[in-house]
């Protein structure tokens, strides 16, 4: 069993930063492939970022240049680093694992999840 928990949200101005963690507990968790996925009220969840096993990372187009992920294995943490933040970022970031091979985009190939950390981006 993976443990996943998130930290870091809060509120910020539009324009602002703001960087959220995830730390796991459990199985090693450099095996795992780390997703960052986020659910804003009314919507679905939504893929925002995965980092795989090798560093190698992909980033949904509404936030690429603009959220960087990154991956600490001695410290069992994942990041998403937020920058330039805009109101239609407001939402609750889940960090999700998986073994799946590559990046999936796919919430449904996650595996385990985190309850999330709420992060409101004021205009």
């Known amino acids: 069993q993976v443990q996943l928990v998130e930290s870091g949200g809060g509120l910020v101005q539009a324009g602002g930063s703001l960087r959220v963690s995830c730390e796991t507990s459990g199985r090693t968790f450099s095996a795992y492939t780390m997703g960052w996925f986020r659910r804003a009220p009314g919507k679905e969840r939504e893929f925002v970022a995965a980092i795989g096993r090798s560093g190698n990372t992909l980033y949904a187009t509404s936030v690429k240049g603009r959220f960087t992920i990154s991956r600490d294995n001695a410290k069992n943490t994942v990041y998403l680093q937020m920058t330039s933040l805009k109101p239609e970022d407001t939402a609750d970031y889940l960090c999700?694992?998986?073994?799946?091979?590559?990046?999936?985009?796919?919430?449904?190939?996650?595996?385990?999840w985190g309850q999330g950390t709420q992060v409101t981006v004021s205009s």
């Open positions: 999700a694992a998986t073994v799946w091979l590559g990046l999936p985009v796919d919430a449904n190939q996650y595996v385990y």
